[in-house]
């Protein structure tokens, strides 16, 4: 079982740090320029899409492509620190779920 004990600060500081790179970078760039909301699928402004991690830091989470999204401001806030299975099952379920 993974707690927040697990994670090191460090670590948390060091993903933080990686993934302020990669906004500044023209992978990303490109990402947001097409304005296309990982979650909710709709079009925005790139101002209004922020960074998000598929699989949060906090919880194991690491600032790579892979695991890096754009998100609208809605989308991002609804999901806070659930992962991408505990999202699907809290929907299906229509409760809250956390593993
Ligand atoms: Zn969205």
Same mark, same amino acid.
């Given at each position: 079982m993974i707690t927040e004990?697990?994670?090191s600060d460090n670590n948390f500081k060091i993903e933080k740090?990686?993934?302020?790179?990669l906004r500044q970078s023209q992978w990303w760039?490109? #990402?947001?320029?097409s304005g296309v909301c990982h979650y909710c699928g709709?079009?925005?402004?790139?101002d209004a899409l922020t960074m998000d991690h598929i699989v949060p830091i906090s919880r194991g989470g690491k600032s790579t492509k892979g695991n890096l999204v754009p998100a609208c401001k809605k989308c991002n806030s609804? #999901?806070?620190?659930?992962?991408p299975a505990e999202i699907i099952l809290k929907e299906k379920l229509d409760q809250?779920?956390?593993f």
């Amino acid at each position: 079982m993974i707690t927040e004990n697990n994670m090191s600060d460090n670590n948390f500081k060091i993903e933080k740090a990686k993934a302020r790179k990669l906004r500044q970078s023209q992978w990303w760039k490109q #990402k947001i320029e097409s304005g296309v909301c990982h979650y909710c699928g709709g079009s925005f402004p790139d101002d209004a899409l922020t960074m998000d991690h598929i699989v949060p830091i906090s919880r194991g989470g690491k600032s790579t492509k892979g695991n890096l999204v754009p998100a609208c401001k809605k989308c991002n806030s609804n #999901k806070k620190y659930y992962t991408p299975a505990e999202i699907i099952l809290k929907e299906k379920l229509d409760q809250d779920v956390y593993f």
